[in-house]
């Protein structure tokens, strides 16, 4: 009786981890938040929670795995060789990424609205504005002008990630101050006599424990995703969907395609079907478009590349971490569509040289979104439009109003094409990595 009750819960749990019941939550939640949008504004305390777990493991994954990697690295050559690898990947990839934005945007041509209706609700938008949406925007673009008359602006934007004291910065969930801490200390681990022996049990312990709590949390990730979308449906509607549809399927559009370029690269460097890929990277991707963080998915994309695609685990572990919190793919894309829809939308022609510094400036912003989030990594398509002289103000609020849409997309393709750049850097695992999976698995 017992072992005939384990086998039903087996198979409950392989259930829940179904593409197919996390696609039937989703529109469960649409048909459900637009319905009964009370009731469903009710059960966000349960999404926030569940929110709240997954970020929990976030941080102690990065202080494990990215000190213990480090530490190995510097002692072999492999360090040398990932970081040109990661140049050459990341400048690439970041280039191409926004390339796509462009060419997409030229294509369906989001910013040339027609009908009076859709013109008439994002009028409305833009009129009610004038809140706590305004009010954040404002103190960001005012944040941003101060910067623009300072001199010493890059540095000082890169001594603020800088982290004076690493237990606020823990405190504080600030992911980017954490990771930069990592390396320096790992450095410091790898070059100190003794030090990584005496930390590489307590390391690897806190690694696989989190590991085990993500693989429990990603069970009842279908139950979240039908209450956090649920909310967001009450809170936004669809009628705005429906007035920006040109928009978000433009971005859309353009995760989609860099996501089966990525899909590409990892068939051919890894000598994998496409079919296997896109099911060994599964779960990160519905973590990513359940919860829109892309730091939260870290540890799911390290498990899924390195036990489902067999990929480099040392080299994984370590530049993983690195390029989701640093090499930003979706809001490369990101930028240059929302340039794009500012030019259609006030009907300004654009030479090929335009078209070139969208896409160069797309990925500078995009470096740039390291580390914020909400108001302040979409305000950063100033980067990109005051150059070109384009008004870009009055958009900044559709594009707010229009994120809860556009996010999940934009958090995909940060996962996704991160997983993709890391098989190009590390390749297929090998023999130390299989040597090292085998001791973690007889622990």
């Not at 997954?54 to 690295?73: N, T």
């Amino acid at each position: 009786m017992s072992s005939l009750s384990s086998l039903t819960f087996q198979r409950l749990l392989a259930v829940m981890r179904s593409p197919w019941v996390f696609i039937a939550s989703l529109l469960a939640a649409v048909l459900f938040g637009s319905s009964f949008p009370r009731y469903a504004l009710q059960m966000q305390p349960i999404g926030d929670m569940y929110l709240s777990l997954l970020k929990m493991v976030v941080l102690p994954f990065l202080l494990s795995a990215i000190i213990g990697s480090i530490a190995k690295l510097v002692r072999t050559d492999a360090a040398r060789q990932y970081l040109g690898n990661m140049t050459l990947v990341y400048a690439a990839g970041l280039l191409l990424t926004a390339g796509i934005g462009v060419a997409m945007a030229l294509i369906i041509q989001p910013g040339n609205i027609s009908g009076s209706g859709a013109l008439s609700t994002l009028g409305e938008v833009v009129r009610s504005s004038n809140s706590a949406v305004s009010a954040d925007l404002e103190i960001s673009l005012s944040g941003s002008a101060e910067l623009k008359d300072d001199s010493n602006n890059g540095m000082k934007a890169v001594a603020k990630y800088v982290p004076s004291n690493i237990f606020e910065a823990l405190t504080l969930g600030e992911a980017l101050k954490v990771l930069i801490f990592c390396v320096i200390f790992g450095l410091a681990v790898g070059l100190t006599a003794g030090a990584q022996e005496g930390l590489s049990v307590g390391l690897d312990g806190i690694y696989r424990s989190c590991q085990t709590l993500m693989r429990w949390l990603t069970y009842p990730l279908p139950i979240a995703v039908f209450v956090i979308v649920s909310a967001e449906v009450a809170k936004s509607g669809v009628h705005y969907l429906l007035a920006m549809q040109g928009f978000v399927m433009t971005q859309i559009a353009a995760a989609f395609v860099m996501i089966l370029l990525a899909t590409r690269l990892i068939s051919i460097k890894l000598n994998l079907g496409l079919r296997q890929i896109i099911q060994g990277l599964m779960e990160p991707s519905l973590l990513a478009l359940a919860t829109r963080s892309s730091a939260t998915c870290i540890p799911s994309a390290i498990q899924a590349l390195t036990q489902n695609l067999k990929a480099s685990v040392s080299g994984t572990e370590l530049v993983m971490p690195l390029g989701v919190t640093m090499f930003r793919f979706g809001p490369a894309f990101y930028y240059a569509i929302c340039t794009m829809f500012i030019a259609q939308m006030y009907s300004r022609d654009l030479a090929l040289v335009d078209y070139a510094f969208i896409v160069f400036a797309s990925v500078l912003a995009s470096l740039a979104s390291a580390g914020t989030t909400g108001i302040l990594t979409i305000s950063l398509v100033s980067l990109v439009c005051v150059p070109l002289r384009l008004p870009f103000e009055a958009a900044l609020v559709l594009f707010i109003a229009a994120d809860t849409f556009v996010d999940p997309f934009r958090t995909l393709a940060i996962v996704y094409g991160n997983c993709a750049a890391s098989v190009c850097v590390t390749g297929k695992e090998s023999q130390t990595d299989l040597t090292t999976t085998n001791q973690k698995q007889g622990a």
